[in-house]
């Protein structure tokens, strides 16, 4: 370009040095905006990873639990189905003679009995004890009522048990209806 003057030069270079720091400036501008969203995008990533790995966690966790409480109740279901021959076995036995018990059979049914109950305490069954106990609904299963302290276990007419705190069968039993308790009262 041909100034006329040297003015004309100054102003001249002055409007493309401003034009120049115009466009850096709209440069920078979207080189931050770029930035920005950047940054937002990333902070969004990151946090929905978070959120993926602790559900993960979370599932690994109740998982692990799940399966802890398969095998520790799983026994149930086999311990249910011998519970009546347990049952049976404490009959039979309360049923033998006076004079009969001290035959080496017996004393063989006994043993019998003991073994099958230790193994399956061991496998973490307990009896519900019920008798003199509050009746409980949680632990028991009232058949009929009868003389007794009112509200109180008076006879066990089948043993409950509980596996690992889990009930596996609640206790039948009589529940005391307080008739006893008025004729003491009276007399």
Known sequence: MIYEDEADRDFDETEDSAGAETTELEDIEQLKQAL????E??????????R????????????????????????????LKLLPALDDMERALAAIPP????????????????????TLEAEGLEPIKALGKPFDPHFHE?????????????AEVEKGYQLNDRILRPSKVVVGSGEEEDEEGET
């Open 99 to 118: 004079r009969q018990e001290k035959l080496g059979w017996v004393e063989g049914i006994r043993l019998i009995e003991r073994k099958l109950r230790a």
């Open 52 to 79: 993926a790995q602790a559900d993960f966690i979370n599932y690994r966790n109740r998982s692990e639990r799940e399966k802890a409480d398969l095998s520790k109740y799983a026994k149930g279901e086999i311990m």
């Open 36 to 39: 920005s969203e950047a940054r």
């Open 142 to 154: 009232a058949v009929m009522s009868g003389k007794g302290k009112e509200g109180v276990v008076v």
């Open 41 to 50: 995008k990333a902070e969004t990533n990151l946090a929905g990873w978070q």
